[in-house]
């Protein structure tokens, strides 16, 4: 029974994704890619371009993604704790 | 079954120098080649997962010991806070590149993106050592 | 049988395994295969018909050459990280609950 739903779920998933697809895809891009491609190279000196663009366009979202990376081990550390008894509080 | 093979180990001794070598070469390389920070911090700290599986947590916390590679990761945040709030002191916006810019082409060029490259494989792979060594200590040490 | 096609069927893949599994931990697994499939997505969309990869070459000359599009890859290196990020805190809860409740079972945790 459970598995009767869940095909049905994923036929409806499926079709909206799928209808998706009639999208016009492929072509040259817009506006922000266009100026990061053109004029990446000479205003940061860098070859590579994903680099260009996380580290110097976009950095203040890489400052987030450290954090929530930080904030995840951090996360780890303090739960899988080994105290002196068995029974942690909390 | 409970040890590894002869010459699984014996192979891993001989080639963990050269991973880590591997990991350090496409943190520093991230903007002239395809690699980065996170890349290569994610090869660093799988190069010690890797001596972890193959020799035991014993004896890779004794190279390795958990509260240094545990400041490693903390102070790395801090250093990238630090980096963001250093070029409000010379008047440019938070994060701004205003290191020069050097010979395209070579490694110290393209100003802060170096530094923070480093900084960032560096937490990131003392992280992911740090999140190994507290599941296997978990369930180890009952 | 491009990226965009096979990326829908990943999601569809990672959202049957989230209905129908009753362990915990293949339920997170099942989410880090979505998140997997997400990624495959944003980055199969950016391709422009007959561009190169986005890496300058260091001795060519550094003219208007035809690129595919770098924004969806920037952004989707952030999300690989926060991927990774979720599911290590996922299963750590994982290992707390079974050591206070013996089961990883989610319709035996349900029932108090």
Redesign the interface.
């Known amino acids: 029974m459970n598995r009767i739903f869940a095909i049905l779920i994923l036929c409806v998933v499926a079709f909206f994704l799928f209808s998706s697809l009639n999208l016009d895809y492929g072509h040259p891009r817009g506006g922000q890619s266009n100026y990061y491609v053109e004029h990446g190279l000479k205003e940061t000196g860098a070859l590579n371009m994903v680099t260009a663009i996380y580290l110097n366009y976009r950095a203040y979202d890489t400052l987030g993604e450290a954090t929530v990376f930080f904030a995840s081990a951090l996360g780890v550390f303090m739960l899988l704790r080994k105290d002196r008894e068995g029974g942690e509080d909390g | 079954m409970d040890r590894t093979s002869r010459i699984v180990k014996i192979f891993t001794r001989k080639l963990f120098p050269f991973i880590l070598l591997y990991g350090c070469y496409l943190i520093s390389h991230?903007?002239?080649?395809?690699?980065?920070g996170?890349q290569g911090g994610v090869i660093f700290g799988s190069a010690i997962i890797l001596l972890g599986l193959v020799e035991g947590i014993r004896i890779t916390e004794k190279r390795f010991r958990e509260d240094i590679l545990?400041l490693v990761?903390n102070v790395g945040?801090l250093i990238?806070?630090l980096t963001?709030f250093s070029g409000m002191f010379l008047g440019y916006a938070?994060?701004s590149?205003f290191l020069p810019?050097?010979n395209?082409?070579t490694v110290p060029?393209?100003?802060?993106?170096l530094f923070?490259?480093l900084t960032?494989g560096f937490?990131?792979g003392t992280?992911i050592a740090?999140?190994f060594y507290?599941?296997v200590?978990?369930?180890s040490?009952e | 049988m491009n990226g965009i096609n096979i990326s829908i069927v990943v999601i569809l893949i990672g959202i049957y395994g989230i209905l129908t599994k009753r362990n915990i931990i293949k339920m997170a697994m099942s989410l880090y295969v979505m998140n997997s499939g997400v990624i495959l997505f944003f980055v199969s969309i950016g391709y422009v018909a007959g561009g190169e990869a986005a890496i300058f070459e260091s001795g060519a000359p550094l003219s208007k050459i035809l690129m595919v599009d770098p924004l969806p890859q920037a952004v989707m290196l952030t999300t690989i990280v926060i991927g990774l990020g979720i599911t290590a805190l996922a299963l750590a809860l994982a290992i707390k609950i079974y050591d206070d409740r013996k089961t990883l079972n989610a319709e035996k945790l349900l029932e108090n």
């Open positions: 991230g903007h002239l080649s395809p690699g980065g996170f545990s990761k945040m990238f806070i963001g938070f994060l590149d810019q050097g395209v082409g060029s393209a100003g802060l993106i923070l490259n960032i937490m990131v992280g740090v999140i507290r599941t200590r978990h369930g040490e």
